[in-house]
């Protein structure tokens, strides 16, 4: 009886654990995998997954195409476009934590009444489209927009100002779509932050200023790596803000993917972009989260 409790308790565990573990690998790993294999397959129109693997007269030949990520790594464009997208990322990621760091901790801060509203006003937008919201503000930075038809109602300006299609006006519609998504985790970490150590540097002769460096930022620090990940994840393969906002002047990795896929329909090469896009997300994630274990263990 005693055996057949703990052998339940084990089979109750293992279903509890690998519940989560089964849903990341039919939805994650395995389409991953699908696309590894197509990037290193031949262009087959007929079978768009392609052929890795192939048994003629006894002989099972295996076929791993290089060349398309040799392509990439020669591809001024490519490379370029790679950059551009880290480098947008990272400006997006560093807006967010700059504007929505003082609004969670205000909205930690505040009474139950009050945090209900802010946490209101932060949900607010996800109760819209998406697109629509994108589209709202092309109609605001347009040349007949809102925003340049009240500037010109008020004698700001003379001519309309041109914003659309800018790295301006895509870096507006990035950090206004995940921001909130920066202010939800930050906002969860500073709300459990034990305000007694606040009030133990206070008592020490601590300034203010120094107690919120020295003090808030340090133990608030889960919450700016999640809320970072959270916006710099899914910013560097963002495809419709800059198809919609940007132009040009702000080619990203996304809008790559689209053309191989749909315009150019190499699927191949496109699941090659696909699978570093990944690595340059999964790379520098595995070393953060590696530096986060060891610092966790040298406490």
Partial sequence: ???FSRFKWLSGRSAVIGVPYLWLAVCSLIPFLIVLKISFSEMDISDP??????????ALDIKIKLT???????DDIYVITYLTSIKFALYTTTLCLIIGYPFAYFMARSSQSVRATLMMMVML??????????YAWKGMLSNNGVVNNFLMSIGAIDAPLHMMNTPF??????VYSYLPFMILPLFTNLSKMDVRFIEAAADLGSTPWSTFWRVTVPL???GII??????FIPCVGEFVIPDLLGGPATPMIGHVMWDEFFSNNDWPMASAVTVVVILLILVPMGILNKYQTEAEQGR
């Fill in 169 to 174: 006006s895509m870096m507006i519609g990035m």
């Fill in 220 to 222: 608030s620090k889960a």
């Fill in 49 to 58: 997954l392609g052929t890795l693997l192939t048994y003629v007269d006894g």
């Fill in 125 to 134: 937008p996800f109760w819209t489209s998406f697109l629509l919201r994108i």
């Fill in 226 to 231: 999640a809320g970072s990940m959270l916006v």
């Fill in 1 to 3: 009886m005693k055996l």
């Fill in 68 to 74: 398309n990520y040799l392509f990439l790594a020669q």
